[in-house]
């Protein structure tokens, strides 16, 4: 069987479980829009305040519900160790992995779907003309943060204290991808709007990397 | 393991068992040592009981043969008797006597991925999907055809056709092993590893599975299979091999009778 089939089976599965129990959506929404409105309370920030420090505090927003989503994606394939019948079956290790990825992706996006115009509204910050660069910076964002935490979820689900470990390795790693991602919404919401190039390209090579490393090594990240 | 084709995967008759060699293999946890030194040929179509003491070893060598963990050091291969592969039907009984190991074919893991099935301590079920729903899942990844029969088959044979539509969760354990057991025989598995697959059936589940074990037996699949000494399937076994402490303390061999290990090991439960 095709990786593409396979993954596309292990999606539909991912997304099933999710919203039949809303498990990860909700608990992840709820989370990241009480981020984005405590701080819009706490500073009540001027539009040019909005426009300089808003973007860092959307993808800190992002990256809590990333955290908040992408545990559980293999701890509960632990509960009846599902993962061992998936590994078992005829099909590749990346297949797993990217299934689970493409679920997360789906996932985190919807909650900035819901994220993004409530941030846009608290912080009066007007995107009607920079709505479709926004969207490609968000998706490269966002697919470095859930290959990444994807693959670091993998890593850390037979660990003793993954918890802690999730975070622990996720967020050096993200680090660079954060910068990024915050400059070109930076660039986005300036006065006069523009696709910071060098940004969006760093964005588009750490998907490029990771999704690539993860392939290469698919085999050691699921092996117990 | 060695692969010597992918086409093999084409070729493995409806009614061959897959042998399986382990080659001194060893597997530590750190610098604890759960296997040592394990020799083992088992060859197709035969019904092995794997017994021992709680961490003997038993599980660590299933996962390891079930291609989910790799041996420390040493070598597994699941492979196809010469026999098997002319299409020629392996009886349990003559299997071991017809089978050469010299003369068998190893096949390559993702291949053998295929042809391989374990039940497990745990049911490797989703409890939010139904029963269906988690039979159409793996029959999808195995590439099944007919998948709406198979399934309907699987679910009537297991008893839990009537419970097609509810989630796993709302089922009880021996309830939840017998649709593992139907999960793991759905695509039609020639080496089937069984880890205490008898956990929570009750009189009724325990007689069906013993049912169904003795139609894989005859069928020619290779079956081995972990337990205590009072499971009722063991006396379907051709073989018997003791773990202790992480070696095979004793094996009844291929050619060999298992009664007097199973006879010895019942008087001491």
Known sequence: MSTARAAAILLTKELRLEFRTRELLNTTIIFAMVVVVLFSFAFNPTPEESRRYGPGLLWIAFLFAGSLMLHPSFAREQSNQTLDALRMAPVSTFAILLGKMLANFIFLSLAEVVLVPVFAVLYNVSLAGVIGRLILVLVLGTLGLVITGTVFSAVSAHARMRELLLPLLLLPILAPLLIAAVEATVSLLADEPVLDRTWTTFLAGFDIVFLSASWLLCDFLLEE | ?269
């Open chain 2, 1 to 269: 393991m060695t692969a010597n084709s992918a086409s093999l995967a084409h070729t493995v008759p409806e009614t061959a068992g897959l042998g399986l060699s382990f080659e001194r293999v060893e597997k530590r946890f750190g610098s604890f040592v759960a296997l040592r030194d394990i020799t083992l040929e088992i060859l197709p179509g035969e019904f092995v009981a794997l017994l021992g003491h709680n961490g003997a070893g038993k599980t660590t060598l299933l996962r390891i043969a079930a291609l989910l963990m790799n041996p420390s050091s040493g070598r597994v291969q699941v492979h196809l008797a010469s026999e098997a592969r002319r299409g020629g039907r392996l009886q349990p009984s003559s299997a071991a006597a017809a089978a050469q190991p010299d003369a068998d074919d190893p096949i390559a893991p993702a291949t053998a991925k295929r042809y391989v099935g374990m039940v497990g301590h745990n049911t490797l079920l989703y409890d939010e999907l139904t029963a269906e729903e988690n039979l159409t899942l793996f029959a999808q990844l195995y590439g099944l055809h007919d998948i709406r029969e198979r399934v309907a088959r699987g679910l009537e044979t297991c008893g839990l056709a009537l419970r097609a539509g509810s989630a796993v969760r709302t089922f009880s354990r021996g309830m939840r092993q017998r649709l593992a057991i139907a999960r793991t025989l759905l695509h039609g598995p020639r080496l089937l590893l069984l880890d205490e697959p008898a956990a929570g059936l009750d009189r009724q589940g325990l007689a069906w599975f013993s049912e169904t074990l003795a139609r894989l037996r005859e069928g020619g699949c290779t079956v081995v299979m972990s337990t205590h000494a009072r499971n009722e399937s063991l006396d379907l076994a051709t073989r018997a091999v003791l773990l202790t402490g992480g070696r095979i303390e004793r094996d009844s061999g291929p050619r060999g009778d298992p009664r007097p290990i199973l006879a010895a090991l019942r008087s001491e439960a």
